[in-house]
């Protein structure tokens, strides 16, 4: 057992069930989305990110570009989140919830990828 | 090739995921911290206030408390923060300055530069392996001629005064081992552009890898090597299309040739020297007896060359030389009065300094003039530096290694048409090479004209033009020799060679037709060989100097001569 492995597939796997657990829900329900949620899953696609520096295959390459997806996609729904309820004024509507849900639902997807990437890479090594 | 951006990126993702982590921890304390509002309600921070407040107190900015004044139990936390940021921010960029000034890394990003630089030079171009005197040299007349070049250089200050040497484009360098075959791909050998390899470091084990790295990975490659002894000028030799120099031999042969036929070896000279350099001057070495003071390398070959044509030799040399008979050599330094008279200098007709220390090169010609004014002097001029001492003190001849070696791989780089011109004067007399001498002097004064090779083929369209499509009148040579803008003068130019249907003509009669991919070697001015580039590349040009008439360009000219050729034809009738 390798710890770095373990290290890199906790993460990947971690930042993958947190932003699952902010996406499930009412997409237009303010309250079942934590914002607590968000936050965790932003910092841990982000570590997720940066332990993915300097891989130079073409995996490694494409697990990067899956990671730097979610993290544009979590940080644009904490920014519509922010603009809402401090800047526009007008508070969490369904309409803007909706968005910010939809938004975490694209960075699932690029999460997911990242998972089943991960998933491949370890079947592909035999025992 | 690392990316040298990923690179950075990897040894930096301790230093981000610490930043990263102190980040979160900040911002999630001071939002699970309960504060109050400024009523003394209770209030909880939330996200993004706390983000703001983190991300101004961890750079040292500081705005202060908002959006509302701190408790005690928050100020308690901030402190915290502030520490743990501070060391987050003195890991990451300590991380990030000891990468960036880690020799081996500055050197991976010269490594990178180079490679990137090669790459992106999208011109033929050679490369340079060794860059002392010769190398300098040979680089300023690639310059010269507008030919690109990449160097490698062991040595770093070298390669420095490389970026300094202020050449008109810029050139890739960089010092690695050029033996290294890696190396010399990175030096794009690969590279379609690459035209040559030119291994004249002072290595020769080195020079010999360059040999046979440039053979193996690309066999028709044109490489050049300085071999400094036989054998391994012959193991170089022995790797196909390889072009040795070997500098002591090529210095025996000259002289040889001087010996034997002066004019032709100035011919030669002129031709393999340097364009705009002065015109090298008639040297003709005596027959008799000759003192060599020096038996190296240098000394044998010009000891042979002696040898064969007629004269006897004395040798002065410190060690006493093995494959000689008692008589032939003194024992001695050759700079005193002494062993000089002793090798027989009192009868001699010239003396060869060729030691490879040049005080004492100086100082024995010095003492063999004084001794005998009238001695023909040949000196040996190791270091480029030393060119004012050898000048001031006019020896009838110098052999300066870098020039020889320089033009010897000029010459096989640049010109096959030119190398192959230079064995053909062998063959001819010595009345012959005078009268083209006299020509050349007639068409450039003092100077060394420049040379170069024409080639009448596809790549030129109007040469295509007139020899293919539209032959009538025949092109002949003598075209070519008329100045495109005003068809009655001359060019300022000289045709030494025409290879065309296997044939080589020497000097080509001005009335000789001109076929399909024939070559002809030029010497003369420069703004001749631009003229001549321009006749063979427009149609225009090329009917004006056939014809002598200005051809109309556009449709309603064209239309209106052939209009008036019909009308003159008709009035004929």
Redesign the interface.
């Known amino acids: 057992m390798n710890l770095e492995k373990v290290i890199f597939g906790f993460f990947i796997v971690f930042a993958f069930t947190l932003n699952f657990g902010f996406f499930v829900g009412e997409i237009d329900v303010p309250h079942q989305h934590d914002v607590f949620e968000l936050f965790a899953a932003i910092v841990v696609n982000l570590i997720a990110t940066v332990l993915k520096f300097g891989d130079r295959t073409q995996v490694g390459a494409v697990h990067l570009a899956t990671s730097l997806v979610a993290d544009l996609q979590l940080i644009a729904a904490a920014c519509i989140w922010g603009y809402a309820v401090y800047v526009s004024g007008h508070g969490m509507t369904p309409g803007v919830m909706s968005s910010v849900v939809s938004f975490s639902g694209g960075a699932l997807m690029a999460n997911l990828v990242s998972v089943v990437l991960l998933i491949g890479e370890t079947l592909q090594l035999r025992r | 090739m690392?990316?040298i951006f990923?690179?950075v990126?990897?040894?930096?993702?301790a230093p981000?995921?610490t930043l990263?982590?102190i980040?979160?921890i900040s911002?999630?304390g001071l939002?699970l911290i309960p504060g109050e509002d400024g009523n003394g309600q209770p209030y909880s921070m939330?996200?993004?206030h706390a983000f703001y407040f983190i991300s101004y107190t961890a750079t040292t900015i500081g705005f202060g408390e908002v959006p509302f004044p701190f408790t005690y139990l928050q100020r308690m936390w901030v402190v915290v923060c502030i520490y743990l940021s501070v060391i987050g921010w003195a890991y990451g960029l300590g991380t990030l300055f000891s990468i960036l000034q880690d020799k081996r890394f500055q050197q991976a990003v010269l490594l990178a530069r180079f490679s990137g630089a090669v790459r992106r030079l999208g011109e033929p171009f050679y490369i340079v392996c060794g860059y002392g005197q010769t190398g300098r040299r040979l680089c300023q007349v690639l310059e010269e001629r507008g030919i690109r070049f990449v160097v490698l250089e062991p040595r770093e200050e070298r390669v420095t005064d490389v970026m300094l040497a202020d050449y008109r484009f810029d050139v890739p360098a960089y010092s690695g081992d050029a033996g290294n075959p890696q190396m010399l791909q990175t030096a794009g050998i690969l590279n379609p552009h690459c035209k040559g390899v030119l291994a004249l470091t002072g290595d020769e084990e080195v020079n010999l890898a360059i040999a046979i790295a440039a053979y193996v990975l690309r066999p028709q490659l044109l490489s050049v090597c300085r071999a400094k002894s036989q054998a391994v000028a012959e193991n170089m030799a022995s790797f196909g299309a390889n072009h040795v120099v070997n500098m002591f031999e090529a210095v025996g042969r000259r002289f040889r040739m001087a010996l034997h036929a002066p004019q032709a070896s100035r011919l030669w000279s002129v031709l393999s020297a340097f364009a705009g350099d002065p015109l090298p001057p008639l040297s003709q070495p005596p027959r008799g007896h000759w003192v060599v003071v020096g038996y190296g390398r240098m000394g044998h070959a010009i000891r042979a060359a002696l040898l064969a044509e007629g004269s006897s030799v004395t040798v002065i040399d410190l060690s006493i030389p093995a494959d000689l008979q008692a008589g032939q050599y003194v024992v001695g330094l050759g700079v005193d009065a002494h062993t000089l008279t002793l090798a027989g200098l009192e009868q001699a007709v010239g003396v060869v300094a060729c030691t490879d220390h040049d005080a004492n090169n100086l100082s024995a010609v010095a003492t063999a003039r004084q001794i005998r004014p009238s001695l023909f002097v040949v000196a040996r001029q190791n270091a480029s530096s030393n060119r004012v001492l050898f000048e001031a003190f006019k020896p009838d001849a110098t052999a300066v290694r870098s020039e020889v070696v320089a033009q010897e791989c000029l010459r096989a780089m640049v010109s096959p048409t030119l190398a192959r011109f230079l064995e053909l004067i062998q063959t001819r007399s010595e009345v012959w090479a005078g009268a083209v001498l006299r020509e050349m002097e007639a068409l450039c004064g003092d100077r060394v004209p420049e040379s170069w090779v024409l080639t009448l083929n596809g790549q030129n369209q109007a040469a295509c033009y007139a020899l293919l499509l539209n032959p009538q009148p025949r092109l002949v040579l003598r075209h070519l020799l008329l100045d495109p803008q005003e068809h009655t003068l001359q060019l300022p130019c000289l045709p030494l060679l025409l290879i065309q249907g296997g044939e080589e003509v020497l000097l080509p009669p001005p009335e000789t037709p001109l076929m399909f991919d024939a070559r002809i070697l030029f010497i003369g001015r420069s703004e001749a060989h631009r003229a001549q580039e321009a006749v063979i590349n427009q149609y225009r040009l090329i009917d004006y100097v056939r014809t002598g008439v200005v051809q109309p360009q556009s449709w309603l000219f064209r239309w209106w001569a052939a209009r008036r050729s019909q009308t003159m034809a008709n009035g004929d009738d």
Do not use: E, T
């Open positions: 690392p990316n990923f690179l990126l990897r040894r930096m993702r981000l995921i990263i982590l980040y979160a911002v999630l939002v939330d996200f993004f």
